[in-house]
């Protein structure tokens, strides 16, 4: 028969050097970083991905941090660490020069968002044209992030076909951007009360580009009050 445990009584106690506790616990902190610093190495100096190169100074940051204290039992590696942590070549913070997608969606009755970048231009698409789950009683307390809308919106088909003709046009004009080393773009997508169809579209768009380019993209829901960066 198994014996049932004691819940209540507290174990003994176990004395802990909290000396030696922070100088392993030291070590495991070291061991993240060079994780860290791997990661964002491969991805940015051999993918080629310049937002991860961006944070290798910061991670290198760190190490430098943890370098105050040398690590005297192993001197080889705390050598070399103290030698990657100064070099100046992986210092630097690396400006992001990626194009960058700033995609909207607004109500027309509040006007067409400002481009603030000053660069002008970009595409403003109508969505009015597409079926309204607004008009419906039951849609008026959703938006085009709920699953309601978007199943009323892909079953009525009108969206996709509208947004395929956003992609082929927005498509040609990042790569073009992207050729010319453009550092920005906008698009913006408007309906009646900027809460369904414009939304949806914004959101749709945002994950092709994102799937198809390596760039920044910024959404903003304007009537939402909702902005976010992929």
């Known amino acids: 028969m198994m014996s049932r445990p004691s819940f209540g009584r507290p174990g003994p106690v176990i004395p802990v050097d909290e000396e030696r506790f922070h100088e392993r616990l030291r070590l495991f902190v070291l061991f993240r970083t060079l ?15 310049p937002h991860f190169l961006a944070s290798v100074p910061y991670a290198l940051g760190n190490l430098r941090k943890l370098l105050q204290k040398p690590f005297t039992d192993y001197p080889y590696l705390n050598d070399i660490l103290t030698k990657l942590a100064t070099m100046s070549q992986f210092n630097n ?3 992001d020069k990626r194009l960058e997608v700033r995609i909207f969606s607004f109500a027309y009755k509040k006007g067409i968002p400002v481009d603030t970048t000053g660069n002008g231009g970009g595409y403003v698409f109508d969505c009015r044209a597409i079926n309204n789950p607004g008009k419906y009683e039951h849609y008026r307390q959703f938006t085009g992030l709920d699953k309601e809308v978007i199943q009323f919106l892909e079953d009525d088909g ?4 509208f947004l395929d003709n956003v992609y082929y046009l927005v498509d040609n004009h990042v790569k073009r951007f992207i050729e010319r080393k453009f550092t920005h773009m906008q698009v913006c997508f408007g309906c009646t009360g900027g809460q369904h169809r414009s939304v949806y579209c914004a959101e749709h768009l945002a994950s092709h580009l994102s799937d198809r380019f390596d760039i920044k993209i ?4 304007r009537e939402l009050d909702i902005e976010k960066i992929l």
Request: glycine share 16%.
């Open 158 to 161: 009108g969206v996709t076909k």
């Open 218 to 221: 910024t959404v903003s829901h």
């Open 35 to 49: 994780q860290v610093l791997g990661a964002y190495g491969f991805r940015g100096y051999f993918e080629k991905k």
């Open 93 to 95: 913070i690396a400006e």
